[in-house]
């Protein structure tokens, strides 16, 4: 297990944000949080982040219990949160995303490596390399967002809503590259309001409502629940 959060609660002042949630991820796995706007799902991954102190519980990554962990610790640990809105340094070029995006990281020859299979995975970035990022279409600076994230060596990887803001193609071209990203060894853990997306990639799944855990397991029970279709799919 990679992950294993243990019946976290977090406020926000005196609003509840997380109620008892608790989370388990298999190392090499997919795993997607679901839930509408204000569910809690971000929360949680800041909170894995090491943005926001939890109030109760526990978090344990790799054996290791992390919650009060710093956020620098814990990407050098191998968390990395690619943040909801893709949170670029828009008038950098592309490369200089990506490199910023290594900048814990001492090993000169293993970047040069996994830059140039970034460009390899993104072959548009290649392209657009000496480009601002500021200036690329949303779905080529969600590109740069997760290639910035697999920069830093993750072991574990947080995608916060990538599809936001995506055209129906783009989504459809997330599904490939969150594949190929989980082929090369490395966990995620996916947050998506686009229920489809999610249920493509995933193996596993947990829906969140109100800052609580109300469904979860393989995702195939997702995919038959009555709940997710009338909840989610307007079925």
């Not at 490199?99 to 460009?119: H, V, Y």
């Not at 129906?168 to 686009?194: A, C, F, H, R």
């Amino acid at each position: 297990m990679i992950l294993s959060i243990k019946n976290i609660s977090l406020y926000y002042g005196k609003a509840m944000a997380l109620d008892n949630v608790s989370i388990e991820i298999e190392d090499g796995s997919v795993v997607t949080m679901i839930g509408a706007n204000g569910a809690g799902k971000s929360t949680v991954l800041r909170a894995l982040s090491g943005l926001v102190k939890i109030n109760s519980g526990e978090i344990w990554f790799s054996g290791k219990r992390i919650d009060g962990t710093s956020p620098t610790n814990i990407v050098k640990m191998g968390i990395v949160h690619v943040p909801e809105g893709r949170r670029l340094f828009p008038a950098l070029s592309v490369m200089s995303n990506l490199e910023l995006g290594a900048s814990l990281r001492k090993d000169k020859a293993g970047i040069k490596k996994d830059m140039n299979e970034i460009f390899e995975h993104f072959p548009r970035l290649l392209e657009r390399r000496n480009q601002s990022a500021g200036t690329l279409s949303g779905g080529e600076q969600q590109m740069v967002a997760i290639a910035r994230g697999l920069m830093a060596k993750p072991k574990l990887l947080l995608l916060d809503e990538p599809s936001l803001g995506l055209s129906p193609i783009m989504v459809d071209e997330l599904v490939p590259i969150i594949k190929n990203i989980n082929q090369t060894g490395v966990s995620v853990l996916l947050v998506e309001q686009n229920i489809g997306l999610a249920l493509r990639v995933a193996t596993k799944g947990y829906a969140l409502q109100v800052g609580k855990v109300v469904m979860q397991g393989d995702i195939e029970l997702f995919k038959s629940s009555d709940i997710v279709k009338r909840a989610y799919l307007g079925d």
